[in-house]
């Protein structure tokens, strides 16, 4: 059982670059979103999914755009890099149907952009 | 938005020493979350709890949900070398419909051997 898993691991973009955050859960969890981790900020809620197809803004939305096209898949996309989104990038996933149900987090994505 | 005030936001501590931690927010939770997270890893989840006063305990580790409903603390006793990390503190207010997580903004624990 992998849980939730994210790639890349690491990646380094110049600004106005564009690329896609991959994450993939084997738990058929409703509900998966995304966060960004920076010091002295904690985990920032970016966009969540209630389930394939529904898509929701959190409270640090801009320069993202997700898609949920299945239960398994969520991924993040950046379409033009800016410094301001250097982070450390987490997905979390949780079960759907109990309100009270823990997330459960991928290992990180660390992007830096130049 | 809601805010969670975790203290201490670091710590330094001789391995065998107790380690107490907490977090207080001015918003009533239906549940609190803590969790672990290891250097270039993901937050774990170590405890959640889900009543007013629950005393809920994990090997070494005990975290009570306040009687407000509006903090938690978290304790780990007699620390060893592999408690060091980044604790959050997480507050979860649910309902039909809605799922909102606070996250404090974490205790980072060193342990000196």
């Known amino acids: 059982n992998a849980g939730v898993t994210q790639t890349p691991k690491f990646q380094v973009l110049k600004t106005g670059q564009s690329m896609t955050l991959q994450c993939a859960q084997d738990m058929n969890h409703e509900y998966m979103s995304w966060y960004r981790q920076d010091p002295g900020m904690g985990l920032r809620l970016i966009h969540y999914s209630v389930g394939a197809g529904i898509t929701d803004q959190g409270e640090v939305p801009n320069g993202y755009n997700v898609s949920r096209s299945t239960t398994e898949d969520f991924p993040l996309r950046l379409l033009s890099a800016a410094p301001s989104q250097t982070s450390v990038y987490f997905c979390?996933?949780?079960?759907?149907?109990?309100?009270?149900?823990?997330?459960?987090f991928g290992n990180g994505t660390r992007l830096t952009v130049t | 938005g809601q805010q969670l005030n975790q203290s201490p936001q670091s710590m330094f501590i001789q391995e065998g020493e107790d380690v107490s931690m907490n977090c207080t927010s001015s918003?009533?939770?239906?549940?609190w979350l803590w969790y672990k997270q290891d250097p270039g890893e993901g937050p774990v989840l170590l405890i959640a709890?889900?009543?007013?006063?629950e005393l809920t305990s994990n090997g070494r580790l005990t975290a009570q949900f306040g009687i407000t409903r509006k903090d938690s603390f978290l304790n780990i006793s007699a620390s060893i070398p592999s408690d060091v990390g980044i604790y959050f503190c997480a507050g979860l207010q649910s309902g039909a419909g809605s799922y909102q997580l606070t996250f404090g903004k974490g205790t980072k624990l060193s342990v000196i051997p």
């Open positions: 979390a996933s949780r079960r759907g149907g109990l309100r009270d149900s823990p997330l459960h």
């Open positions: 709890l889900y009543k007013a006063g």
């Open positions: 918003s009533i939770f239906n549940t």
